[in-house]
């Protein structure tokens, strides 16, 4: 079932620290490591090094501690694994710091996600240099690197929700070549973090849709990175709390049937335990909400030779802390799904 099962697990579990703590996808984090049978959560941090120490209100009883100011030092004395859950630039400076204190650092960020220096200067120009040992955390796809990985760089959420379906066509060559590739994605307004924005306003959003990003999101770098190809990718905000579902279009190669489009997918996630294929049911956001599951659907036109592909995430999970800890067991060497059912 599980593709990169390793070990029962370490024989202690590993102490671990949350930066960010007070963030979405922070928060997911706390909720998740706080109960994880291979983690001991020793600190989590807000963002400055003057904020009063508080409780979080939604994890009484899950985790009783404080969130603390931020304090580099003290958190690399306590942790062995550092989640870094924070805007990209305060990531790049602060993966450094952890790495050079010699932790492993797990990074829900952009910040050390493309290898290539053009494109990392046009949209993470925070990342001025790409350390030794970072492992890009797609866990189906590269998860046998990241036992060795100094620093795993969690995909986006849209990535996430749209690489699982479209990597292992494009490895396959199903689809054809120079032909476009559209990725038109819908998320909930938690994707776009905890600040208010015109955009994320209840009173804006509230029954209403909005495409965004154009050309212009960063997410398509990464995803021409992992295909290999160009997308053209069109974000939209949808007036959800959570949850992406990212409908995808392309050409096949000539001749390629719907056969090969199932057994293709069938194959490459044959021990993803958190991917559910299912086919011409296309999956729903409900259906994934508040697990770190992938459902991933699709439909096959042989006589145009054209297929839609459907996959949905919950962007907090499976697009941030889920995926986060589910690269945190390869890391440690124990079973993919520890604390995640
Ligand atoms: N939301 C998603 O669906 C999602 C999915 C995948 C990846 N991500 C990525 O995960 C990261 C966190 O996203 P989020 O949605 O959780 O963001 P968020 O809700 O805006 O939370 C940001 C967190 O970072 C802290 N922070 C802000 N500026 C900081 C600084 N300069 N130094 C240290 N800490 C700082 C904040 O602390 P205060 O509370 O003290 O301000 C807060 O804890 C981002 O890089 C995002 O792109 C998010």
Known sequence: MNKNAQSAGPAVPVKVAVVGATGYAGQELVRLLARHPHATLTTATASQATSTPRRLPALARIWEGDVQPLDPAAVAAAADVVFLALPEAASA????????????????????????????????????????????????????????????????????????????????????????????????????????????????????????????????????????????????????????????????????????????????HARSPFVRLTGDALPEIKHVAWTNFCDIGWRVDEATGRVILVSVIDNLLKGAAGQAVQNFNLLVGADETAGLY
Request: glycine residues 10%; neutral net charge.
């Open 93 to 268: 400076e602060l993966g450094a710091t952890f790495l050079a204190a010699g932790r492993r650092v797990i990074d829900l960020s952009g910040a050390f996600r493309l290898r290539d220096d053009a494109a990392r200067k046009r949209w993470y120009p925070a990342t001025t240099t790409m350390p030794e040992g970072v492992v890009y955390g797609l866990c189906e796809f590269t998860g046998a690197h990241v036992h060795a990985a100094r620093l795993v760089s969690c995909p986006g959420c849209y990535p996430t929700a749209s690489l699982l379906a479209l990597q292992p066509l494009a490895e396959a060559g199903l689809l054809a070549p120079g032909a476009d590739v559209i990725v038109d994605a819908k998320s909930g307004v938690s994707g776009a973090g905890k600040a208010p924005s015109d955009r994320t306003h209840f009173c804006e959003n509230h029954g209403s849709v909005a495409a965004y990003g154009l050309f212009g999101h960063r997410h398509t770098a990464e995803m021409n990175q992992s295909l290999g190809r160009e997308v053209t990718f069109t974000p939209h905000l949808v007036p959800l709390d959570r949850g992406i579902l990212s409908t995808m279009y392309a050409r096949l190669a000539p001749g390629v049937t719907a056969t090969q489009v199932s057994d293709t997918l069938a194959a490459a």
